[in-house]
T-cell receptor, first 114, second 111 residues
């Protein structure tokens, strides 16, 4: 089975621009979560989508948004980029059945804001 | 709220040394517990997990036991290798698929 894929792998933007990141989950997985990873803050949860609905949301400003499509693929959008948005953005998928289900992570998208 | 506290790094060990990375959690109820590993330039990979008290997760020589009485899930390995050099994350999963991660512990193993 193919793993979680994220595109693009690297991205350079300037302040004020917007960006869209894409995540394709493992086939059959309906839950997709997004995380921001920075050296100072570690892994911070952004949001989780399940069956095209946002089910959980972390403590990030409204500039960060996402959506999920009927095939479970997900996109994350960041508008009006700030220097502090530079980070590795990780997507994780899970089958979401019962307790103890595991999240499987993609390789991440490295976003640099200049 | 729920949280995970991990031992601060970085940790540097010689090859074949014994490894312990401490992890404690705060949560209501009985969350599932995980250890993930991140190699340089890569995403996180599941290392092991435990879903209930006294369960022991194990993989690639690593072990961790879910201790409800001490709310801990310490990671151990009897003999580390250079290839174990990575960042290790402890995490808990709440109902509804919400995960909480520790800050990560960087491990460097020198030959």
């Amino acid at each position: 089975k193919a793993g979680v894929t994220q595109t693009p792998r690297y991205l350079i933007k300037t302040r004020g621009q917007q960006v869209t990141l894409s995540c394709s989950p493992i086939s059959g997985h309906r839950s997709v979560s997004w995380y921001q990873q920075t050296p100072g803050q570690g892994l911070q949860f952004l949001f989780e989508y399940f069956s095209e609905t946002q089910r959980n949301k972390g403590n990030f400003p409204g500039r960060f948004s996402g959506r999920q499509f009927s095939n479970s693929r997900s996109e994350m959008n960041v508008s009006t980029l700030e220097l502090g948005d530079s980070a590795l953005y990780l997507c994780a998928s899970s089958p979401d059945r019962g307790e103890g289900d595991t999240q499987y992570f993609g390789p991440g998208t490295r976003l640099t804001v200049l | 709220g729920d949280s995970v506290t991990q031992m601060e790094g970085p940790v540097t060990l010689s090859e074949e040394a014994f490894l312990t990375i401490n992890c404690t959690y705060t949560a209501t109820g009985y969350p599932s517990l995980f250890w993930y590993v991140q190699y340089p330039g890569e995403g996180l990979q599941l290392l092991l997990k435990a879903t209930k008290a006294d369960d022991k997760g194990s993989n690639k020589g690593f072990e961790a036991t879910y201790r409800k009485e001490t709310t801990s899930f310490h990671l151990e390995k009897g003999s580390v290798q250079v290839s174990d050099s990575a960042v290790y994350f402890c995490a808990l999963r709440r109902t509804g698929n919400q995960f909480y991660f520790g800050t990560g512990t960087s491990l460097t193993v020198i030959p």
